[in-house]
């Protein structure tokens, strides 16, 4: 049985392993690591020719069946690192049993879970590695029955899989290969204690891979109780910046924020904006297509299908702008993002680099702007000194040409660009009844006989009547 740590231990332990600083250059080809030659030739026809430096530097290690710890900044490539190893061992297999997954990926959103769905079904499928996702806020009966048909690898969110498991929908004991992905954010949405429940009923000789773009707080407790002997490779520190992207802070008035946030959002390229609230997201998204920028909304409170829908409309360019509290800040690309605004700044450093990271990804450039208004500089400084970064700051006002020059921001144009709602089909007129004689009573029928009045029967009647039945 794991035995528990406290947080002080499972921190002193996480600081004694051998960390593996990732090479950047010189990196083998992806036959070279080991991955069997049908996946190699799956990936070529995806265009996927050359590994990342965490991928190079992972999938040997889980090739060979050891537990894993990665380490490396958003858009580094880790949902390969591990999906590539997990198919290939995987492949070598029988066939799932119904209910009874044989891989496990679990992620703390939705988003994310799509996300790794998206990026690994294709190549299972080529190998004929079946892959399901399953998780909160989509239909529940179609995951079931995948799972009585057998699923070889299971992305799941923690909530969802545990309700399929009450169910007896899903199995975990057959599980061989468990992965937790951005295991500090499950940490700080506060799902350790269901992930450390799901582990519990997973195979205690299985392998399990931890990967992350940050691994520090609680998760040390989950490497020390459920991790053997893993290896520990890290591409970037904790705090780093990706290279490829700048940062600059502008200060501006509360009253011109939002004239200067609607000239940035009305840059050329796809541009992402972070607000705090979902209700905020809402207004912003409205109060930008009211000036002549099309944006969407994407947050907590909209159900699945309208996520989707705004995902893909920003994916294609119908929409390049996209206003989002943090539940996108984790779990979602896009290429070409240019530009990441923090409008509202956010509740942390950490927040600031996974908001941060949804643009440069992959090697390409990115600009981030965070803005500021004078009551909230004390607290920005201290998160931009959490998160390692030395951003430059200026004063700006709307129309500043600093502005311009940095985001390519320009005046909206004013048009209404904000959705038309549809219109609801009108209503059939209703047919006039017709109307009855004077002379005619609602009691009267035709022919000129009056009905019956029928005896009561409401409250009491038939005591009533028995009554005078026994007098």
Known sequence: MPRQLDHARARSRWDDLPVQVVPTENLPGFRQLGLPAGLVSALLRAGIEAPFPIQAATIPD?????????????????????????????????????????????????????????AISPLAQARGVSVRLVAGGLPIGKQISALERGVDILVATPGRLVDLIERRACSLSDIEMTVLDEADHMADLGFLPVVRRLLDLTPGDGQRLLFSATLDGDVGTLVDRYLTDPAVHAVSSAQAAVDTMSHHVFRTAHESKFSVVAEIAGRPGRSLLFVRTKHGAERLAKQLGRVGVAAGALHGGRTQAQRNRALEAFRDGSIPVLVATDVAARGIHVDDVSLVLHVDPPQD???????????????????????????????????????????????????????????????????????????????????????????????????????????????????????????
């Open 62 to 118: 889980i090739l060979a069946g050891r537990d894993l710890l990665g380490r490396a900044a958003t858009g580094a490539g880790k949902t390969l690192a591990f999906g590539l190893p997990l198919i290939a061992r995987l492949d070598a297999g029988q066939n799932a049993a119904p209910r009874r997954p044989r891989g496990l990926v679990l992620v703390p959103t939705r988003e994310l879970a799509m996300q790794v769905t998206d």
């Open 349 to 471: 450093g950490k927040d600031y680099l996974h908001r941060s990271g949804r643009t440069a990804r992959a090697g390409e450039s990115g600009l981030v702007v965070l803005l500021v208004t004078p009551d909230q500089e004390r607290t920005t400084r201290r998160l931009l000194t959490d998160a390692g970064v030395r951003p430059e700051q200026r004063d700006v006002v709307p129309g500043d040409a600093v502005v311009a020059k940095i985001t390519g921001g320009r005046r909206p144009s004013g048009e209404d660009l904000r959705p038309v709602a549809p219109q609801r089909p009108a209503r059939p007129a209703r047919t006039a009844r017709p109307s009855r004689p004077a002379h005619q009573s609602a009691r009267s029928v035709p022919g000129g006989q009056r009905q019956a009045r029928r005896p009561y029967r409401g409250k009491g009647a038939g005591k009533a009547t028995g009554r005078a039945a026994a007098r």
